[in-house]
């Protein structure tokens, strides 16, 4: 449903550690830590090559052994 949303031109905004889901609806991601943005860009820069060590941390501890095609 969410991929038919997003084909369609939906504009939808969610909150959710899936980063799979993210990686293949999302055209922008915020990474909030504390309630604050600690980064934002396109899903390929935040999960392939974050800047802060923070987004860094949490990227590496979900998605260890995990593979995402962005």
Known sequence: MLNRLAGEGTT???ATH???LASKVADQVLFLD???IVES???RNIFQTPERERTKKF????SAGNSYDI
């Open 18 to 20: 899936d980063l799979r």
């Open 41 to 43: 860009g396109a899903p």
């Open 12 to 14: 939808m905004i969610m």
């Open 59 to 62: 990227i590496s501890s979900l």
């Open 34 to 36: 504390g309630g604050l």
